[in-house]
């Protein structure tokens, strides 16, 4: 019985680690720390193999301005932009949301690379897709 659990377990745990998990992150907070934390846990998604996309918007936005002056976090002393090039690097998809451009005067070309205005329809669609998890800071 006990090999029967063991085997069940091990099915179980291969056929999750056998297929990409998808996360969805929104950073709306203003606050340089609760940014980080949304950063963090989209980079350990990466890194176990997730597909991630990250909505930025209100004054998270802010931080794929190209020239911010940001404070940088510790341990590694980072920037919450520099945290946000390497999620790039690594592979996360990364949009500001459709209100920000518009309502703060930046333009598309203001944006760092690899950060793109949002399509409310495609945001929508990705978010209602079966199995989507998704965090909000």
């Known amino acids: 019985m006990k090999r029967l659990i063991a085997l069940s377990a091990a099915a179980l745990f291969t056929m999750g ?3 990409a998990e998808e996360l969805f992150v929104n950073i709306h907070s203003g606050n340089a720390m609760a940014q ?6 989209a980079g ?22 190209t020239g911010q002056e940001l404070p940088k976090l510790k341990p590694k002393d980072v920037t919450t932009q520099q945290m946000l090039q390497g999620l790039i690097k ?3 998809k990364v ?7 518009p309502n703060t005067g930046h333009k598309p070309g203001d944006l760092i690379e690899g950060v793109t205005p949002a399509k409310p329809a495609d945001v929508a669609a ?7 998890h998704t965090l909000g800071f």
Do not use: N, T
């Open 44 to 65: 350990q998604a990466l890194e176990q193999k997730a597909s991630v996309r990250v909505l930025l918007c209100d004054k998270a936005a802010d931080i794929a301005v």
């Open 36 to 41: 980080g934390a949304g950063l963090v846990l």
């Open 17 to 19: 680690a056998a297929h």
């Open 126 to 132: 990705h978010l209602i897709k079966p199995g989507m």
């Open 95 to 101: 949009e500001v949301c459709a209100l920000y451009l």
């Open 90 to 92: 690594a592979g996360a």
